[in-house]
């Protein structure tokens, strides 16, 4: 089963097949010329994949800098992305590059890692094994021998359509050093135009990671800022990541869905709900852990969504700077982005605050994805979704008090007070749990709070039971933003019209994550699945027990049942004749391996029939409207086209609760 479909995952060279959206398609012969660069380039690539050299930590950074070119005109191709004439000219350019970075490297040598000015580097993603660019600017000077440590500037690129690999390596390598720049600048791709969500988000957080690894950066100077698409990546990562930065400047971007798609109606239940993980505005009162200043133009009908949370974080008593262009449509004003710049220079130099230097935490969030400010972290929750509220404060003489709501689990870190009050009971901090573990965790019980010991502690990391936890808590999407493996199945499923509508799901999602998130996916059929890929990936199973042993496997310990004619969820049930469900659930499996073998590790997930609940006409409308639309489990009535395309329908949708059950 599905293994026509995934014959574009493997080899280097094999395009698919897509509409063209992009009108300015070079000439055969120019392609062919490609297409032939691109093959000297990428077996270039795979000479140098063999070395031994460069399969140690600074050798794969280096190969990456190289096949990243490869990648970037690999994608141009088989997508057919030439907006514009000039595109084949940077996609040759492009080859030129890689192949000379090659002959480099085939020498031993590097030229381009410490050179000043813009250079485009690479990275292999956790999530997909694909390699991903992002761009670097070099002051004068940088030396990752030396013990100097730099600021850097994390900048988000606004939404460009016409942007793919290809351009964005244009727009940057090469490009000379700023007059006056002391800062070492990352900007990163974000896997095209996502608004940072999603595998977009991740590639934010792997390209700093990149850059970490490569030079010295000073961890309490990093300022991000974007503009436009940028402004709102810089709202959702700036207010979510609040203790990362030493400021944050968002720049004419969205803050919410409904009112900048002009929504009247609410979403479904399960779909409003998940709103809450991105809606920045929801989370105005983070920015009193961080400086913000965020700019708008006079003119420009995106004011609004700085005007909003200026508003939304002083009804929380918290300040947030607000520049204004004066006669300014969609972009800044010389003066203001002056002024905008200087902020963040003040408050680079003042490098932000953390542990002890951060006396009062303010930290709220919708979603145990985003549950740490600084040395407190928000463990479990009551209700999810729901907005979970910590605030917090060291006195003087070593005490710490602290107020919640909706939470049923945090830890703080021990070093930062000797007692700790939390909704007025009082327990150690200090020395509790033996003084053995970096964080103490309190978990809320029918008497109040309290504090548990060491074994405790540990077992309560392990989460036994299988509650919602950080990077366990859903919805479907979220299982994309770790690495994945689809499993494919084998055999065939016992009606042919869930074949049929599995067939297409799987390719649907295969064609939109290679266009959209720009990697292929990774896939393995059910009997080569190892117990080491289990451990190291969410699982996306295709099929039914029929057709996938993987999932035979895994239905007993479902919250969903299937017999010869339905579909049964608690206390509904649905004709499998027309009906599909789809969903995400902790992989027991992964549990019961590490108990077996004595292993411990991150717990996964597994998703049934599902790639990503949004589609193609969601990534080409407005990076607004990429939110989950499945939650945790839906159920879809399905109506196959006279195209063999299917019209779906969500029926029932549902969030699990914090222990993983239906409400």
């Not at 929801?282 to 949370?309: I, K, R």
């Not at 909706?406 to 000797?418: E, I, M, P, Q």
């Not at 059929?525 to 057709?547: H, K």
Request: with cysteine.
């Amino acid at each position: 089963m599905l293994s026509t479909l995934s014959a574009c995952t493997t080899g280097a060279l094999i395009f698919v097949a897509t509409t063209a959206c992009f009108a300015q398609r070079p000439s055969d012969q120019k392609v062919a010329e490609l297409q032939t660069g691109l093959q000297q380039l990428q077996t270039q690539v795979d000479e140098l994949s063999q070395r031994p050299e460069l399969q140690k930590r600074d050798g794969r950074a280096q190969l990456a800098d190289v096949a990243v070119f490869a990648k970037a005109v690999e994608w141009m191709l088989r997508h057919n992305e030439f907006p514009q004439k000039g595109y084949a000219d940077q996609a040759a350019r492009a080859i030129e590059i890689g192949l000379q970075r090659g002959k480099e490297l085939q020498a031993k040598a590097a030229s381009w890692e410490t050179r000043p000015g813009v250079t485009v580097r690479g990275y292999f993603s956790r999530i997909d094994g694909s390699v991903q660019p992002y761009a670097v600017t070099l002051p004068e000077g940088v030396n990752p021998l030396s013990g100097d440590r730099w600021p850097l500037h994390l900048k988000l690129h606004g939404r460009a359509d016409k942007m793919n690999e290809v351009n964005f390596i244009a727009r940057h390598e090469g490009k000379p050093l700023p007059k006056d720049q002391t800062w070492i600048q990352l900007d990163v791709y974000g896997r095209g135009n996502n608004a940072y969500r999603w595998a977009g988000e991740v590639d934010v957080f792997e390209a700093l990671a990149d850059v970490r690894r490569r030079f010295r950066i000073d961890d309490d100077r990093i300022t991000l800022h974007g503009f436009s698409m940028g402004g709102a990546g810089a709202w959702h990562l700036g207010l979510h990541y609040p203790a990362m930065w030493s400021s944050v400047g968002p720049g004419a971007g969205f803050v919410d869905f409904y009112k900048y798609q002009n929504q009247t109606e609410q979403r479904p239940p399960w779909q409003h709900e998940t709103l809450g993980i991105y809606d920045a505005i929801d989370y105005a009162m983070n920015a009193a852990n961080v400086p913000v200043c965020t700019y708008g133009g006079e003119n420009d009908a995106q004011l609004v969504a700085s005007t909003s949370m200026v508003e939304a974080a002083r009804e929380a008593d918290v300040d947030i700077k607000l520049l204004v262009g004066p006669g300014m449509g969609h972009k800044f004003h010389p003066d203001s982005f002056k002024e905008f710049m200087a902020f963040h220079k003040e408050k680079s130099a003042a490098g932000r605050r953390r542990g002890m230097g951060r006396p009062e935490i303010r930290f709220t969030t919708r979603t145990l994805k985003y549950n740490q400010c600084d040395w407190v972290t928000i463990r479990e929750v009551d209700e999810v979704y729901s907005p979970s509220t910590v605030e917090a404060k060291i006195h003087d003489d070593g005490t710490i008090t602290i107020f919640t709501k909706n939470v049923a689990a945090l830890s703080v870190d021990r070093n930062v007070g000797a007692s700790v009050v939390i909704d007025g009971d009082e327990l150690p901090c200090r020395t509790a749990a033996d003084g053995l573990l970096p964080d103490v965790f309190y978990r809320m019980s029918t008497d109040g709070w309290e504090v548990l010991g060491y074994e405790d502690s540990r077992s309560f990391s392990g989460n036994p039971d299988l509650h919602k936890r950080h990077n366990l808590q859903g919805p479907i999407d979220d299982a994309f933003m770790d690495s994945f493996l689809c499993v494919v199945g084998s055999g065939k499923a016992t009606e042919a019209a869930d074949n049929r509508w599995v067939d297409w799901t799987f390719k649907r999602f295969e064609n939109e994550f290679d266009k959209w998130m720009r990697a292929k996916l990774p896939v393995v059929a059910d009997a080569d699945l190892t117990d080491e890929q289990m451990q190291a990936s969410n699982l996306i199973l295709f099929g039914d027990a029929d057709a996938n042993s993987v999932i035979k496997k895994m239905m007993p310990h479902l919250p969903v049942k299937w017999t010869e004619d339905e579909i049964i969820i608690g206390d509904k049930s649905f004709s499998r004749a027309d009906h599909r469900v789809s969903l995400i659930y902790p992989n027991v499996l992964n549990q019961m391996h590490q108990r077996r073998t004595g292993t411990s590790g991150p717990l996964r997930y597994v998703v049934l029939n599902s790639g990503h609940t949004f589609h193609e006409k969601d990534f080409k409308a407005s990076n607004s409207w990429l939110f989950p639309r499945m939650g945790d489990i839906a159920v879809q009535k399905v109506t196959r086209n006279g195209d063999g395309s299917y019209s779906e329908e969500i029926v029932w949708g549902a969030n699990f609760d914090s222990e993983w059950k239906l409400r």
